[in-house]
Structure formats: structure tokens, C-alpha cells
């Protein structure tokens, strides 16, 4: 058998509006925006490790819940990597900046929010809700490239699994994702 390692990775999504991202300042992924998370250590369940990476990382709590498995291989590695994601849609205490990421706050872009049916009109732009006014969009061409595909399924809160490979440059070499139907 090979092995696998198990991560975790939480998001903060305020309203679908805004959502809450670190810039990972070392390590692994350094200088790529992303969720909050890490390795779960011996002993803690997965969402346990989810909170705790979130205050470890960015200093605050959630009721973080599960939504959604990603698969990552990668060329020459000793391991596969099976992340699960997590989502809340509200936090308590004080976001605030780690020697190992500096959280910001980013508007969903539309493109980011697809329409979850064919009724459904284009005019949910988030841009103009108050609580991303001002703010960047999902800084897309800096973060890891299987995020662009997973994270419209994470927004529309429809629980997802997901396969990305990358060769040993982290250079993505296919990716494949599912999703449950939306209602
Ligand atoms: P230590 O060694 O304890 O400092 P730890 O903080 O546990 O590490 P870290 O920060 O290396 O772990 O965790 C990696 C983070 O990057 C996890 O949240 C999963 C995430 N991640 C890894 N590859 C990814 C990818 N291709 N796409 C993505 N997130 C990825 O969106
Ligand atoms: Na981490
Ligand atoms: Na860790």
C-alpha cells in the first residue's frame, strides 16, 4: 500500500458574500492564499484538528462543519494527501496574524458563485453586498490551482469530493471533482 497523510482545511464565508483566507508566510504552500488547516495529529479527530489549526492560524473559533473530501497525489511524494474541508458561516474572537499566515478577507466573485439552476438569474453578484464592499476578490492566481474548480462547490454549499495530481514542481497536472446535485 501506499500512504496517506490526513489534513484539514476551514473556510470563513460571511453572508456568501465574504470569505476568510490566510497568506501562508512559510512552509509548505508559502506565498499561496488559503483555507485555515494542517496535519490531524495523533489522537484528535478530524475537526478537531480543523479548530484547532483555525485558532492556531488565524486566532478564532467557528462551528465549523464538514463539507467536502480533496485527494491530492503528487508526483515522487512518499504520500498521498486526503484533506477533509470545512465551512462556517459565522466566528467569534479576534482574527489575527500568525508568524505562519496573515489573514484577510475577500469578496466571492460571481464567477465563484455559479447559478445553482438554470432559473436562477445572474444578477447575485455578492460585489455589491455590504459585507464585501471594498474588499479584493478570491485572489485566484495566487493560491494553490485545483482551488478555482472545488471552491464554486464549497460556496454553494452542496458537499463535494475531489482528485487534483500535480508533478513534483506542484504543477497540476489534472484534476476531477464531484458534487451532490443541487436541489
Ligand atoms: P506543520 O508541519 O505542523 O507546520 P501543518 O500546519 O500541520 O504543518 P500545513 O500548514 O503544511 O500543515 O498544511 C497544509 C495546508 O495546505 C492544509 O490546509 C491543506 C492545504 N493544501 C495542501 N495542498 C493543497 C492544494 N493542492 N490545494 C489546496 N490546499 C492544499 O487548496
Ligand atoms: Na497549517
Ligand atoms: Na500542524
Known amino acids: ?11 470563513v464565508i460571511i453572508n456568501d458574500a465574504k470569505v ?7 512552509g509548505f504552500g ?16 478530524s475537526i478537531q484538528a480543523a479548530q484547532r489549526e ?4 488565524a486566532g478564532i473559533n467557528a462551528p465549523l462543519e464538514h463539507c467536502g473530501v480533496l485527494f491530492f497525489v503528487v508526483d515522487g511524494a512518499d504520500a498521498a494527501f486526503n484533506i ?10 479576534t482574527i489575527t496574524e500568525t508568524d505562519e499566515m496573515r489573514p484577510a478577507w475577500f469578496s466571492i466573485q460571481k464567477e465563484m458563485l455559479p447559478p445553482v439552476n438554470s432559473h436562477t438569474t445572474a444578477d447575485c453578484s455578492s460585489t455589491s453586498d455590504k ?12 493560491m494553490w490551482a485545483d482551488d478555482e474548480f472545488w471552491m ?4 454553494s454549499g452542496r458537499p463535494f469530493v475531489g482528485r487534483a495530481d500535480f508533478d513534483a514542481d506542484s504543477k497540476m497536472l489534472k484534476w476531477w471533482f464531484a ?5
Open 1 to 11: 500500500y501506499k500512504k496517506v497523510k490526513f489534513y484539514t482545511n476551514a473556510f
Open 20 to 26: 476568510l483566507l490566510g497568506y501562508k508566510k512559510r
Open 30 to 45: 508559502q506565498g499561496l492564499w488559503n483555507g485555515f488547516g494542517g496535519k490531524v495529529d495523533p489522537g484528535e479527530t
Open 54 to 57: 483555525l485558532e492556531e492560524e
Open 84 to 93: 477533509d474541508v470545512y465551512r462556517a458561516n459565522e466566528y467569534t474572537g
Open 131 to 142: 459585507h464585501a464592499e471594498g474588499l479584493p476578490p478570491i485572489p485566484l492566481g495566487q
Open 152 to 155: 464554486p462547490l464549497m460556496f
Open 179 to 183: 458534487a451532490t446535485p443541487a436541489e
